[in-house]
């Protein structure tokens, strides 16, 4: 027998264990990963419903001492299954099943160091996920990763929408259609309109000490490009590593993704043992006026976080249920040359007595840390801070790190500014403090971990309506987040804006009335900001809708939606038979049917609906807005008509 | 000489002096009123614009006695004018201008005992007024009226509006449009549409001691008839006697009458001399659930005025800017058998520690006090009743006297009812209480003496709209209200219901949801009752305008309207530059153009607007209801379209 015989034998024998092994499905069956090792590469492969959706696609590292992405033999696979329940202490649904079928295929490089691979895949009936674990092993000591080679390579090319990593600061951007053949480098989540029956996102999940992860497009095929540290090494670890997961969601509809939590199944369990004081709310602050320019974050004659006016909006929060009042620009640190300090409040701001009087109220003093990107320096006096916030009954913190780099060196999405993050939400947890992060990385779902990371900005968000030369937010960008930013998580969105006044012309939010109240129930954040000057909610209609809407819930559906045309989102309330819908449009006006099937059978309800009134227009009559209230039944399809830029809310309340 | 020409030369001579004393103007000279006695009896008679308005109608009385409407000569005139402005405590505008020409004709019987009467007239811009004194003199001791004779001649027939007096009780009737020649005897204020350019009202002012007034029509002669006490006498007296005054208010359009105040002139100034405790507000309760059939006001299972429900409503009270919360069936009196007590609470009442629990809210529980037309009872009670009320910082007490007699006796329009309700006000006003008279006599401006007398039902109210079997109040009812029943004075209607469900089948108020709202601000009231359960107010877009909405205003406008189809109001706040308007319609759905000039000139504001929304309708589709924002000026004309038994409802802000 010559060698290249036997090679070939050996081959096909390998080949033939490798494929019994190397093969899972979702549960439900749709789904098929295979993984194959070929000529010492590594790939995996998807199918779903019997075609091809992810053509072989390569895996691995190549690492400062060395690739790690070939020469692999497959020394062995476990495969495994689960299937159980877990409660979220806060979120879109309260009880997600968390339920799939594993596959371990545990790598070996057959030459050199002969190091060891491990990559864990979970197929879920939303999607797939896959980590790579390096073990402790002899040859591994400090590990730089130069670069991470997972590719995701279509069968076709396909439109995805997304925001480019280099043109977009914060991931604060406009999400654009485009083919994948056409994209630059682009954040996660990348949504892709794959077939009319399968929309798919790539993003990741748990995060929690690695780079963050975009994609670069060649031709169909995607290949992950880390964020670098300032040395251009992507990853650090020690002796072992454990990536995040990769995710590939999917569903038969776009609704399909934002309803998916294979992302929070893909996060480690929650490791805070008493959560009780984790509290989900609405809140009002001081913000809204400072961006249109009524009030200063510095101290001087507009200073907005002055003891009377948090007092004010404290009052008025206590009147309409809000949990939290905000304040920016309580603390010194924002006037020239003054020394930043988030222990230092500004002499016109008793925090003690306006954190009491919240108390007193029964709400709570929200507090606010902008960082300019001083990482360094919140580092420092986090755990003083915490501990001082805390003693005076606050719990929310909302922190910032405005500034192109962190700590004058990093970018905040690379491995730096995901353990500092991490270390932040870590430290607030000790002190029982929650966190609302701005300027943050893009999110993973590790809430699930640490349930005190409330939500997070990473989105282009209300201000730029305040502000943005270019006219703000086009009416589709709130038809277009909730498929690919909020599949990430949270989002501190700020909606509810009732006066689109203009400060900078042309510059106001593009939506009618009716969407402001749409969108605080589509774009979900368990800490969820009424965002404008409570002058303009004072004795305002839509504010009751406000009023009643939780930022909790036991269940959400998503009866439709058309990514970056519109999207209705019903989501159930905790502890209670009362849903909530939003359902909004883009710059195009339509009528919607919203089936209510899902409503509990034979049962009756009413439906309290504030939508767009007669003329309602984004840009010509944004304030009209209709009111009405109907009996309705799962049976009941109730029909939406949403204006240019318009949207719809919905309470609806079992009555019998 | 005979006796025959000296005769006729002495009517001459007498009747020369009279016509040049007898005769007054109003200040702009549009009302002549001239009085004339003739063959010893004394009429007076009326112009307005050089046309007669009123011909020669009778004077005076009969007396037990004697009669005191014949025999008279003039003994002389006394003629006065004043001019000034008064400030109201509250009420619909805050300055009232008290500008009139008075007349005293001074008459003495020639004959007989050789009485003495005094007619004191007075003539403003917007009607006349006069009264009766007998004063103190030798032939004069205790006075039994058999009659008033007062006529109000017509100079032709008209349509009136009314409700009759024999017919109904508590004066909740309907009110119904006929000619004055076909009027049974009916209630004042009776409201005659007796030109194009010309509507008047009869009513009466200042009843402070005396019969309530009936109208009995001879032909178009409308003629006095006093409530009798149960011997048939009218009224009694000791030595002297002052009537109420007797009112013709007139003015060119409907909308005149309502903002008419010489009722309010002809009454004494206030006699209490630090008011700072009367202060007008708004107010829930333990009331419509009651007459829903939800909950009862004797104790058991479905008992409304429990002290954790009413602690409920206070909660909700305070977060929705209300000052009070009633609860009707707080005390003993309700069940069968049981001793009817102001002074004892049902033990699951805790009235002391609702009463405090309200206090530390900001706000004040409002106690009940249902007589059954036990007055006598209310008189023994009532001393150390508001006195112990007050020690727990009530301050207002809706008392009630359901029955068909005072006392098992008499008429409560009667002298003796009339002296009973004034005792009450007396007492309260000495323990400080403010009070909401429910089956009172029809008001007659007491309030500007007495401003603790806050409101007074006397009118067919919200309550039938729950149970009356012939279907409720029409949807013409509240646009009849505002220039008929509410002429008077304050009204307790108990407008504002959101949720018109059913317990008598087709018994819910004939009305949509905006239409609610406008009858907040055109129904005046000084206390004005929120009237639905709390249930239905919370999370409601319409309660915004409740919750905006004053009960006492700096100036009020009516710039439309016809009676029993439609009104709209416009009221300016006190000390604050925001208009609130309530426009409704009857049965038939129209189309109003409200001119916007009476807001100050040359400044801008937003007009947020409730009206009725696409389809409303208030038998097929009550509840949907519009919103729109609008920037308006002087010079704006709004556009409202008002649904079949629709309103709309406006509150207007100065921005700059």
């Given at each position: 027998?010559?060698?290249?015989?036997?090679?070939?034998?050996?081959?096909?024998?390998?080949?033939?264990?490798?494929?019994?092994?190397?093969?899972?499905?979702?549960?439900?069956?749709?789904?098929?990963?295979?993984?194959?090792?070929?000529?010492?590469?590594?790939?995996?492969?998807?199918?779903?419903?019997?075609?091809?959706?992810?053509?072989?696609?390569?895996?691995?590292?190549?690492?400062?001492?060395?690739?790690?992405?070939?020469?692999?033999?497959?020394?062995?696979?476990?495969?495994?299954?689960?299937?159980?329940?877990?409660?979220?202490?806060?979120?879109?649904?309260?009880?997600?099943?968390?339920?799939?079928?594993?596959?371990?295929?545990?790598?070996?490089?057959?030459?050199?160091?002969?190091?060891?691979?491990?990559?864990?895949?979970?197929?879920?009936?939303?999607?797939?996920?896959?980590?790579?674990?390096?073990?402790?092993?002899?040859?591994?000591?400090?590990?730089?990763?130069?670069?991470?080679?997972?590719?995701?390579?279509?069968?076709?090319?396909?439109?995805?929408?997304?925001?480019?990593?280099?043109?977009?600061?914060?991931?604060?951007?406009?999400?654009?259609?485009?083919?994948?053949?056409?994209?630059?480098?682009?954040?996660?989540?990348?949504?892709?309109?794959?077939?009319?029956?399968?929309?798919?996102?790539?993003?990741?999940?748990?995060?929690?000490?690695?780079?963050?992860?975009?994609?670069?497009?060649?031709?169909?095929?995607?290949?992950?490009?880390?964020?670098?540290?300032?040395?251009?090494?992507?990853?650090?670890?020690?002796?072992?590593?454990?990536?995040?997961?990769?995710?590939?969601?999917?569903?038969?509809?776009?609704?399909?993704?934002?309803?998916?939590?294979?992302?929070?199944?893909?996060?480690?369990?929650?490791?805070?043992?008493?959560?009780?004081?984790?509290?989900?709310?609405?809140?009002v602050g001081i913000w809204w006026s400072i961006h249109k320019?009524k009030n200063?974050?510095?101290?001087?004659?507009k200073?907005g976080?002055?003891?009377a006016n948090v007092k004010r909006y404290i009052d008025f929060a206590?009147r309409h249920?809000?949990?939290?009042v905000?304040?920016?620009?309580?603390?010194?640190?924002?006037?020239?040359?003054?020394?930043?300090?988030?222990?230092?409040?500004?002499?016109?701001?008793?925090?003690?007595?306006?954190?009491?009087?919240?108390?007193?109220?029964?709400?709570?003093?929200?507090?606010?840390?902008?960082?300019?990107?001083?990482?360094?320096?919140?580092?420092?006096?986090?755990?003083?801070?915490?501990?001082?916030?805390?003693?005076?009954?606050?719990?929310?913190?909302?922190?910032?790190?405005?500034?192109?780099?962190?700590?004058?060196?990093?970018?905040?999405?690379?491995?730096?500014?995901?353990?500092?993050?991490?270390?932040?939400?870590?430290?607030?947890?000790?002190?029982?403090?929650?966190?609302?992060?701005?300027?943050?990385?893009?999110?993973?779902?590790?809430?699930?971990?640490?349930?005190?990371?409330?939500?997070?900005?990473?989105?282009?968000?209300?201000?730029?309506?305040?502000?943005?030369?270019?006219?703000?937010?086009?009416?589709?960008?709130?038809?277009?987040?909730?498929?690919?930013?909020?599949?990430?998580?949270?989002?501190?969105?700020?909606?509810a804006i009732f006066n689109f006044s203009?400060?900078?012309?042309?510059?106001?939010?593009?939506?009618?009335?009716?969407?402001?109240?749409?969108?605080?129930?589509?774009?979900?954040?368990?800490?969820?900001?009424a965002a404008d000057e409570i002058a303009n909610y004072e004795f305002h209609?839509a504010l009751?809708?406000i009023?009643?809407?939780?930022?909790?819930?036991?269940?959400?559906?998503?009866?439709?939606?058309?990514?970056?045309?519109?999207?209705?989102?019903?989501?159930?309330?905790?502890?209670?038979?009362?849903?909530?819908?939003?359902?909004?449009?883009?710059?195009?006006?339509?009528?919607?049917?919203?089936?209510?099937?899902?409503?509990?059978?034979?049962?009756?309800?009413?439906?309290?609906?504030?939508?767009?009134?007669?003329?309602?227009?984004?840009?010509?009559?944004?304030?009209?807005?209709?009111?009405?209230?109907?009996?309705?039944?799962?049976?009941?399809?109730?029909?939406?008509?949403?204006?240019?830029?318009?949207?719809?809310?919905?309470?609806?309340?079992?009555?019998?």
């Amino acid at each position: 027998m010559s060698r290249l015989v036997f090679l070939i034998m050996m081959v096909a024998v390998l080949s033939a264990r490798a494929a019994a092994a190397t093969k899972i499905c979702s549960p439900d069956g749709r789904i098929v990963l295979s993984v194959a090792v070929s000529k010492g590469k590594v790939f995996y492969e998807l199918e779903r419903d019997g075609a091809a959706v992810m053509k072989p696609s390569a895996l691995g590292f190549v690492l400062a001492d060395g690739r790690l992405d070939s020469g692999f033999a497959v020394a062995g696979t476990d495969t495994a299954s689960h299937d159980d329940t877990w409660r979220q202490v806060w979120g879109e649904d309260e009880y997600v099943r968390n339920h799939y079928n594993e596959l371990t295929l545990h790598l070996v490089q057959k030459h050199g160091k002969r190091r060891r691979l491990d990559i864990v895949f979970r197929a879920f009936d939303d999607g797939i996920g896959f980590r790579y674990v390096i073990p402790a092993q002899p040859t591994v000591g400090r590990i730089a990763v130069k670069d991470e080679v997972t590719q995701f390579s279509l069968t076709h090319d396909a439109y995805a929408w997304s925001i480019p990593t280099n043109r977009t600061q914060y991931f604060e951007g406009i999400y654009t259609r485009q083919r994948v053949s056409d994209l630059d480098t682009v954040c996660t989540p990348l949504t892709i309109e794959y077939e009319p029956g399968l929309y798919m996102a790539i993003h990741e999940a748990a995060l929690e000490d690695y780079a963050g992860i975009n994609l670069a497009s060649r031709g169909t095929t995607l290949v992950t490009a880390l964020t670098p540290w300032s040395d251009g090494t992507k990853v650090y670890a020690s002796q072992s590593m454990k990536s995040p997961w990769r995710i590939i969601m999917m569903a038969d509809t776009p609704g399909g993704l934002i309803t998916s939590r294979m992302m929070l199944n893909l996060n480690e369990p929650c490791r805070i043992t008493d959560t009780s004081w984790i509290e989900p709310g609405k809140y009002v602050g001081i913000w809204w006026s400072i961006h249109k320019k009524k009030n200063t974050w510095e101290m001087g004659p507009k200073h907005g976080a002055t003891t009377a006016n948090v007092k004010r909006y404290i009052d008025f929060a206590a009147r309409h249920g809000f949990s939290g009042v905000l304040a920016e620009g309580w603390n010194y640190g924002w006037g020239q040359g003054e020394q930043l300090s988030f222990m230092k409040a500004y002499p016109d701001f008793d925090i003690a007595g306006v954190a009491d009087y919240a108390l007193g109220k029964g709400l709570r003093f929200i507090a606010h840390m902008e960082s300019w990107g001083n990482a360094r320096l919140i580092e420092e006096q986090m755990d003083s801070a915490f501990a001082w916030y805390a003693s005076m009954g606050i719990r929310v913190v909302k922190t910032g790190y405005v500034g192109r780099l962190m700590d004058g060196r990093e970018l905040s999405a690379s491995q730096y500014g995901i353990r500092h993050y991490r270390k932040v939400v870590e430290a607030a947890a000790r002190h029982h403090i929650m966190i609302d992060n701005h300027e943050p990385a893009m999110p993973t779902g590790l809430q699930r971990t640490y349930p005190n990371l409330m939500t997070q900005e990473g989105v282009r968000g209300q201000e730029y309506n305040a502000w943005d030369t270019r006219g703000g937010n086009p009416p589709e960008h709130t038809a277009t987040l909730p498929f690919t930013r909020c599949l990430a998580g949270p989002v501190d969105f700020t909606p509810a804006i009732f006066n689109f006044s203009e400060v900078v012309e042309g510059t106001h939010p593009h939506s009618t009335l009716a969407k402001q109240l749409a969108e605080f129930v589509v774009l979900y954040s368990p800490l969820q900001m009424a965002a404008d000057e409570i002058a303009n909610y004072e004795f305002h209609p839509a504010l009751s809708f406000i009023e009643s809407c939780p930022t909790t819930w036991s269940k959400t559906v998503v009866p439709n939606g058309v990514i970056g045309s519109y999207v209705t989102i019903a989501r159930k309330e905790r502890g209670g038979d009362t849903w909530f819908v939003g359902s909004l449009t883009g710059s195009d006006s339509r009528e919607i049917s919203l089936k209510l099937d899902f409503l509990d059978r034979d049962a009756v309800y009413e439906a309290f609906v504030y939508e767009d009134g007669e003329g309602a227009d984004y840009q010509a009559n944004p304030y009209s807005m209709g009111f009405r209230q109907v009996e309705v039944t799962a049976a009941s399809v109730l029909s939406l008509r949403l204006a240019r830029g318009g949207g719809a809310a919905i309470r609806i309340v079992k009555v019998r």
